[in-house]
């Protein structure tokens, strides 16, 4: 059983910026591509950003430019800098295989003045 637990989060002003990091309870990098999500209140969750099979990245419209994926394969470990956050990216951020398996309990991020 997949086990995830992503941290990081927390309360930051516009244009602030926050790491989140998400530690995988086993490899499963080698089962499907990892990747995060987010989930506003009272939206869909959604797909932000995720590697592919190949060496690509893929980034949601709405975060290009401002958020990084990367990964530690050694630490089961992947990470999401957000930069330049706005009020928008606001929400419960998950961490998950592509496509995504048993949820963990995800890291909360408030972009409010």
């Known amino acids: 059983q997949v086990h995830l637990v992503e941290s990081g989060g927390g309360l930051v002003q516009p244009g602030g910026s926050l790491r989140l990091s998400c530690v995988a309870g086993?490899?499963?990098?080698?089962?499907?591509?990892m990747g995060w999500y987010r989930q506003a209140p009272g939206k869909e969750r959604e797909l932000v950003a995720h590697?592919?099979?190949?060496?690509?990245?893929i980034y949601a419209n709405s975060v290009k430019g401002r958020f990084t994926i990367s990964s530690d394969n050694a630490k089961n470990t992947i990470y999401l800098y957000m930069n330049n956050l706005r009020p928008e990216d606001t929400a419960v951020y998950y961490c998950?295989?592509?496509?995504?398996?048993?949820w963990g309990q995800g890291s909360q991020v408030t972009v409010s003045s």
């Open positions: 086993r490899n499963i990098f080698s089962v499907n591509p």
């Open positions: 998950n295989s592509v496509p995504p398996s048993a």
């Open positions: 590697f592919t099979r190949g060496t690509s990245i």
